[in-house]
């Protein structure tokens, strides 16, 4: 029974192309992430929702687009995809942060190859 | 701009003894520092938390000490076992814009040797 589930767990597509990476969760959380691995193992926090409003958005190019249609849903929509962009994107999902110390839930991962 | 480190890209420890896994940050704002636990192809799980109110926090073999004047934390692990062979990240919160966002370290690889 997995808590946060992400699909495709393996996405390899063309430059320029249009994908989505879709996420799930069943814990009954308000907030959900979207982070990015790249090649040089650094964890980094794309996006934040709570309630299904944005909350933090770190600097993100604007091809990456987040939707999140009720708050157990957060999907990652990318457009026009760059060689760059290939990493292990993570969805994770916890609790409103009241405080700072809110266990993530993380899913399994999806890792991007742009060819 | 990297405000949260981990200088060891590896450890290896003999099964039954003690592994030590650094973090040291940069930023003296940070609340709350996690430590998570990786397998390859899983995410992240949450390990063990500290609050930087405090200098210490243990749960079963896991123990976070954290030294605030030197902006240092550590994980000890004791005693390893084999299961514990995981990439480790040190991760801190910073409250921003009215929640908190996650600042995740490079992670450590651990291997405990049987």
């Known amino acids: 029974d997995t808590a946060v589930s992400q699909t495709p767990k393996y996405l390899v597509t063309q430059m320029g192309n249009d994908k989505s990476i879709k996420c799930e969760q069943n814990?009954?959380?308000?907030?959900m992430y979207w982070y990015k691995q790249d090649s040089k193992k650094f964890l980094k926090i794309m996006f934040s929702?709570?309630?299904?409003?944005?909350?933090i958005n770190e600097t993100v190019p604007n091809r990456f687009s987040p939707k999140s249609p009720d708050k157990a849903h957060l999907n990652l929509h990318i457009n026009s995809l760059e060689l760059g962009d290939s990493a292990v994107y993570f969805c994770a999902s916890s609790h409103p942060a009241g405080t700072g110390d809110g266990e993530q839930f993380f899913g399994p991962g999806t890792r991007l190859t742009v060819l | 701009d990297q405000q949260v480190k981990q200088n060891s890209p590896s450890l290896s420890v003999q099964e039954g003894r003690i592994s030590i896994l650094n973090c040291d940050y940069t930023n003296s704002m940070f609340d709350y520092f996690l430590w998570y636990k990786k397998y390859p192809a899983e995410g992240p799980t949450f390990l063990i938390s500290i609050s930087s109110i405090k200098d210490k926090n243990e749960d079963g073999r896991f123990t976070v000490f954290l030294n605030k004047s030197a902006k240092h934390l550590s994980l000890h692990i004791v005693p390893s076992q084999p299961g514990d062979s995981a990439v480790y990240f040190c991760a801190a919160s910073a409250r921003t814009s009215g929640t908190y966002k996650y600042i995740f370290g490079t992670g450590t690889r651990l291997k405990v040797l049987a």
């Open positions: 814990l009954g959380h308000d907030t």
């Open positions: 929702y709570n309630n299904k409003e944005l909350i």
